[in-house]
């Protein structure tokens, strides 16, 4: 339901931008300033046009029509230049009457029906664009007075030819900026050259701007892909094991990358340092890269308003062009976790740092632009702030601002629903303020919009796809059965999924409609026709303190293991997923007050994600004849993420490899239900065998994780693959004991071993 209502904000959303696109596309140009969109020419043309700054007689009817002053918008700095000969120490007094006025902000219908403004510009036109043909001056003019009432024009203004034609002798007089234009100009070289190469130059940088824009942005999605197809090339098995253990798998500093430091954020592994190192001097270096100004210009007073300016519109660019990865890095459903291997939290840790980014750059584009409008000669603060695009500026970078800090792993963890729904309000302020920042300034004659609106699509592909596979499985009814203190069992008969799925209780909290929380299937299994007397044996008063939140959440696939034979014949027919459930605080204490376990509850199930879903993908750890040997780690309901890597060694026709699992639980229900799911008994010891593997359980207490890793891969013969699943302290421990031991030998040579870390850090 909520997601339709979203669909409705995106559609207007996107019908507003396109509509805008429509009415004001300057020539129907389309892409970005370099590639598409043409800035300032023929370059020779413009700057005529310009130029001109002294004051004409207009009408009060032509100075009340602005309609066309979008058209011509200048840089900012040009704006202020007018503003700064008007605000000049003696500041001219011109004459007016009834019904006219003359005025040095002539608005462009009023120079457009004046006849030495026109002329003054046909002149300068014939004179500086000599290599252009005259047809093509002919296109430029009508481009640039094309919606004048023409009726209202003398004939001779309404074609350049015509103009021309006019102009019998050659005007000898200079244009002179503070006198009242009623005579035909001469344009001085002294004048135009500095607005050309300014113009020019201004030109040159907003094209760097696009094109540094665009190095970041595709780097940003090409390089994974890239990265991912590397793997591809027949390395030897020696080199990728130390390769990994040096330079991928460990932490960045320390010890830890699943547990948050400081409740602030995880340190990435050296694999992902080594892509945000890229990420941060790709974007320091494309923020200074480039920046060309001409000085002296009219449009500057100083050199540092020039390097200002174009260092605030670079960050400005650059922090639009960062808005899609940062989309595409977030969504369930983008192309990048499709076409690499790189993992659902790689993403998200790469999204948060691209959102950083992002941010920074709309924080030194609004603060460089605040400065200039604070201590540049002409510029005027007070009336900047009155500017609806400057106030928009502001709203979008104060949402991204307030987005990051609200995004750090603390409050997100403690207040996860509150950060919600502030996530995707903020976001579409920030999105919403910066295109009308944007389209308030300059239509959409600049192109930067277009970086929104793949955002907005990158965005809505997510959304709808999302929809699309809640939908899919139409409203299924789970059952919750109390496994022990800690966990409840979750069946939801009639589905079939695989690796992970997003359920929705859309009937349990009106407040949380919109939530859904991400479980790792254990198994697809025939529901237990003696699920109600389980509930019963329980005490159900334990279920109605505690609560569960998300839960630890592995991106595996599926384990579809039968179920027990005593099931199969009382319920034939009826497979479902089952899902276990730790209690925490959240939506599951609600699931227990509603005594689901009678009569179930509807539920929408999101699904599956499955990192077979990748087409380049090869995580599903399998047995190969390099790696034969299997060693899982899980705790508690982890388990449910290593499942899938034992059915797999299961299946497959295996080497002479080992399989062992070492299990930490907290108490001995959950091995039950887990063995009873997979159809074993093993009564009550610690050591336990399912069919090939051995299982090693430790109940209440930790493995000695260092001497059970150094102890297995030290003896191995043959590579082993490493496939974890828990509490974030453990895989942080076992990354790093794996890591440290890959990178020495031991006497039977070199270890190898590939790590599989089902870790689902948010
Ligand atoms: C400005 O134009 C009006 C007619 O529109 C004319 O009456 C007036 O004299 C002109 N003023 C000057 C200073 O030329
Ligand atoms: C421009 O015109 C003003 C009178 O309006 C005059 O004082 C000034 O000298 C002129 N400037 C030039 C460069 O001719
Ligand atoms: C142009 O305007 C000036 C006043 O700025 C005036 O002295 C001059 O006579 C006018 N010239 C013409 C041709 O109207």
């Not at 003359?102 to 046909?122: G, I, L, P």
């Not at 960045?252 to 699943?258: A, P, S, T």
């Not at 007070?382 to 106030?391: D, I, K, M, R, T």
């Not at 409840?488 to 859309?506: E, K, Q």
Request: hydrophobic residues 40%.
């Amino acid at each position: 339901m909520h997601k339709l209502q979203w669909l409705v904000v995106l559609t207007t959303f996107i019908s507003k931008v396109s509509s805008f696109g429509v009415t004001s596309t300057h020539d129907g140009d389309m892409g970005f300033i370099g590639y598409g969109i043409k800035l300032y020419e023929p370059g020779c043309a413009w700057p005529c046009l310009f130029i001109i700054s002294s004051p004409l007689n207009c009408t009060d009817e032509d100075l009340a029509n602005t309609a066309w002053e979008k058209r011509w918008e200048q840089s900012s700095s040009e704006e202020a230049l007018y503003k700064r000969e008007e605000a000049g120490a003696d500041a001219p007094v011109y004459p007016s009457g009834d019904g006219w006025k003359v005025t040095a902000e002539a608005t462009r219908q009023c120079q457009s029906r004046n006849e030495y403004f026109m002329k003054t510009v046909a002149y300068c036109l014939k004179t500086r664009c000599t290599g252009l043909s005259r047809p093509e001056l002919e296109t430029f003019y009508l481009n640039q007075f094309p919606g004048t009432n023409k009726s209202a024009l003398a004939p001779e203004y309404q074609s350049y030819s015509t103009l021309i034609a006019s102009i019998t002798v050659a005007p000898t007089e200079d244009l002179n900026a503070t006198k009242i234009l009623n005579y035909t100009a001469n344009i001085p070289d002294d004048l135009y050259i500095p607005l050309y190469s300014t113009m020019q130059k201004y030109a040159k940088t907003e094209r760097r701007h696009s094109f540094y824009a665009m190095v970041v942005f595709v780097s940003g999605a090409i390089i994974p892909i890239g990265m991912s197809l590397l793997r591809f090339l027949p390395w030897p098995q020696a080199w990728r094991t130390k390769f990994n253990a040096f330079i991928i798998d460990p932490p960045l500093f320390g010890q830890k990358h699943d547990t948050a430091i400081w409740g602030l954020g995880c340190v990435p592994t050296r694999g992902q340092g080594i892509f945000l190192a890229y990420l941060w001097a790709i974007n320091l270096a494309s923020t200074v890269q480039g920046i060309d100004y001409e000085y002296p210009s009219p449009w500057y007073t100083q050199p540092s308003e020039a390097i200002k300016t174009y260092m605030a519109n670079r960050a400005g660019v650059m922090s639009c062009a960062l808005l899609p990865l940062v989309m595409l890095y977030a969504g369930r459903n983008n192309l990048l976790l499709w076409l690499t291997n790189w993992s659902h939290s790689t993403f998200l840790l790469l999204h948060r740092w691209t959102a950083v980014l992002c941010m920074l750059h709309a924080v030194v584009h609004s603060i460089l632009y605040l400065e200039i409008a604070l201590s540049a000669p002409g510029w005027d603060y007070a009336e900047q702030l009155a500017e609806l695009y400057w106030q928009m500026g502001i709203a979008a970078t104060m949402a991204m601002v307030v987005l990051c800090i609200a995004s750090i792993q603390l409050i997100r963890r403690k207040a996860y629903e509150i950060f919600l729904v502030l996530h995707i309000l903020l976001a579409v302020l920030a999105l919403g303020g910066t295109f009308y920042h944007i389209n308030l300034k300059y239509t959409s004659d600049y192109g930067y919009e277009n970086w929104l609106i793949m955002s907005l699509a990158v965005w809505v592909f997510d959304r709808a796809i999302r929809l699309a596979r809640s939908f899919r499985h139409g409203v299924k009814r789970a059952y919750l059965t109390p496994v022990d203190e800690e966990y409840y069992r979750l069946d939801i008969p009639n589905l079939s999924a695989s690796g992970h799925v997003y359920l929705h209780f859309p009937t349990v909290s009106l407040w949380r409609i919109w939530e859904n929380h991400p479980f790792s299937v254990a198994s697809v299994t025939y529901r237990k026709s003696n699920l109600h007397s389980m509930v019963q044996v329980q005490n159900t008063k334990e279920l109605s303190n505690k609560e569960i939140d998300v839960i630890n959440v592995s991106a595996s696939s599926a384990s579809v293991t039968s179920a027990s034979e005593q099931s199969q014949t009382e319920q034939p027919g009826t497979s479902g997923v089952v899902v276990f459930v730790r209690k925490h605080a959240g939506m599951t204490g609600l699931l227990a007050k509603r005594k689901v376990q009678e009569k179930g509850i509807p539920v929408l199930v999101e699904g599956s994600y499955d990192i077979g879903s990748t087409f380049l993908q090869d995580q599903h750890p399998a047995p190969t004849h390099d790696y034969p040997n299997l060693l899982c780690i899980a705790g508690g309901v982890g388990i449910t993420g290593v499942l899938p890597a034992l059915d797999h060694f299961k299946n497959t026709a295996r080497p002479c490899g080992s399989q062992k699992l070492y299990w930490g639980v907290r108490t001995m229900p959950l091995v039950h239900a887990v063995e009873s799911m997979l159809g074993y008994d093993c009564g009550h010891g610690s050591e336990r065998k399912w069919g090939d593997l051995d299982v090693s359980l430790s109940i209440g207490q930790r493995f000695n994780l260092r001497d059970i890793l150094e102890r297995e891969l030290r003896s191995q013969q043959g590579g082993t693959t490493v496939v974890v699943c828990g509490p974030t302290g453990m895989a942080d421990d076992v990354r790093y004991i794996v890591s440290a031991l890959a990178r020495h030998s031991s006497e039977n040579g070199p270890i190898l071993v590939k790590l599989a870390i089902e870790s689902f850090t948010w």
